[in-house]
């Protein structure tokens, strides 16, 4: 129950604390912005399993590899690509505390 609330928990309230803390003037669409960072979890459905709750996401799923998590870092440094390199960032950093709870 812990894991769960804390891995899904990371997945939303990460991205409003940021948004609400650096981005108030337009807090809705950053914290959309970083949210849609979600979407990498499109590459569980290259897995058999698609779901298994067992298994760490990192190092697993291709868009959850070293060299993506590496690209998604480079991804933080122009402004214009920051917003989705943060939501990618704190995506993979909610995976991180998933997996440090199994």
Same mark, same amino acid.
């Given at each position: 129950?812990?894991?769960?609330?804390?891995?899904?928990?990371?997945?939303?309230?990460?991205?409003? !604390?940021?948004?609400?803390?650096?981005?108030?003037?337009?807090?809705? #669409?950053?914290?959309?912005? #970083?949210?849609?960072?979600?979407? =990498? /979890?499109? /590459?569980?459905?290259?897995?058999?399993? !698609?779901?298994?709750?067992?298994?760490?996401?990192?190092?697993?799923?291709?868009?959850?590899?070293?060299?993506? =998590?590496?690209?998604?870092?480079?991804?933080?440094?122009?402004?214009?690509?920051?917003?989705?390199?943060?939501?990618?960032? =704190?995506? =993979?950093?909610? /995976?991180?505390?998933?997996?440090?709870? #199994?």
């Amino acid at each position: 129950m812990l894991q769960t609330f804390a891995h899904y928990g990371c997945h939303v309230f990460i991205p409003l !604390i940021v948004a609400l803390i650096w981005y108030k003037s337009n807090w809705k #669409m950053a914290f959309l912005i #970083m949210f849609a960072g979600m979407l =990498i /979890d499109l /590459d569980h459905l290259l897995a058999t399993p !698609i779901f298994d709750p067992n298994r760490c996401s990192i190092g697993f799923h291709p868009l959850h590899s070293s060299f993506a =998590i590496l690209f998604y870092l480079f991804l933080l440094v122009p402004k214009k690509s920051r917003l989705v390199a943060l939501g990618l960032v =704190i995506h =993979i950093f909610s /995976d991180l505390v998933d997996c440090a709870l #199994m």
